[in-house]
């Protein structure tokens, strides 16, 4: 007999883990990588790091030249095939994006984490920035805002679209992508990654959950 998958299992699964890493790492009782967060990094970057490779990670990180060009090409893509409904899901789509945005930007305040280019600059590589520069707008990185948006992404249109288990796959794989990309340019350690990546999956489950539940669209769009 086949096991069958539920849903509401799985998220309350993900919401009790994810209440144990966040307790932990806001209490210092267990750093989420387990202590490897400089190895891991120092793996990547600058173990990683090639000319070759650069454009690539800088490319998959940038919003303007890719994630902008990126949520058009599904935009489009949705209104395409299903109209109306097409519409009405990306909409709720970018909703969710914007309280995932908000809450991981609201957990950077509350865990003051340093990213690795503002507090080991001198040990990595920056392709992005001249070596010892700013961090961007923000110095602090526990969690990685990118990841958690890409992760939200792959999970709540992967689930919403599962009739076409490619679209799932090919946004998991970017965004898999866009997270090696955060710590191969030195804006953010694993563990801010492993984290952001954890409330993604969180957001995308509850947000596809309650849409599939509440919004008569989503019927058309299972079809």
């Known amino acids: 007999m086949r096991p069958h998958?539920?849903?509401?299992?799985?998220?309350i699964a993900t919401c009790?883990?994810?209440?144990?890493?966040?307790?932990s790492q806001a209490l210092g009782w267990l750093p989420i990588t387990f202590g490897l967060d400089l190895p891991i990094m120092l793996t990547i970057n600058p173990g990683w790091s090639?000319?070759?490779?650069?454009?690539?990670?800088?490319?998959?990180?940038?919003?303007?030249?890719?994630s902008t060009p990126l949520m058009l090409i599904?935009?489009?893509?949705?209104?395409?095939?299903?109209?109306?409904?097409?519409?009405?899901?990306?909409?709720?789509?970018?909703?969710?994006l914007i309280v995932g945005d908000a809450v991981g930007s609201l957990l950077k305040d509350l865990f003051s984490q340093p990213r690795p280019c503002a507090?080991?600059?001198?040990?990595i590589l920056q392709p992005k920035r001249v070596q010892g520069g700013d961090?961007?707008?923000?110095?602090?990185?526990?969690?990685?805002?990118?990841?958690?948006?890409?992760?939200i992404a792959a999970v709540f249109l992967g689930l919403s679209l599962k009739k076409w288990p490619w679209v799932g796959l090919t946004l998991a794989a970017i965004a898999l992508s866009v997270s090696i990309s955060r710590i191969y340019l030195g804006?953010?350690?694993p563990g801010q990654v492993l984290l952001g990546a954890s409330i993604g999956v969180l957001i995308g489950l509850l947000s596809y959950r309650l849409s599939a539940r509440y919004f008569r669209f989503m019927t058309e769009i299972k079809k």
Do not use: Q
Not at 52 to 66: M, T, Y
Not at 119 to 123: D, T
Not at 135 to 151: E, K
């Open 187 to 189: 804006a953010h350690y």
């Open 74 to 96: 599904i935009l489009i893509a949705l209104v395409w095939k299903f109209r109306l409904a097409g519409l009405k899901l990306w909409g709720v789509f970018i909703a969710t």
């Open 119 to 123: 507090e080991i600059f001198e040990l």
């Open 5 to 11: 998958f539920n849903l509401s299992n799985a998220i």
């Open 16 to 23: 009790l883990l994810l209440i144990i890493v966040l307790s």
């Open 135 to 151: 961090c961007g707008a923000r110095a602090t990185g526990m969690p990685s805002n990118h990841t958690l948006n890409f992760v």
């Open 50 to 66: 090639h000319p070759a490779l650069d454009p690539f990670f800088i490319w998959v990180s940038g919003r303007s030249n890719f």
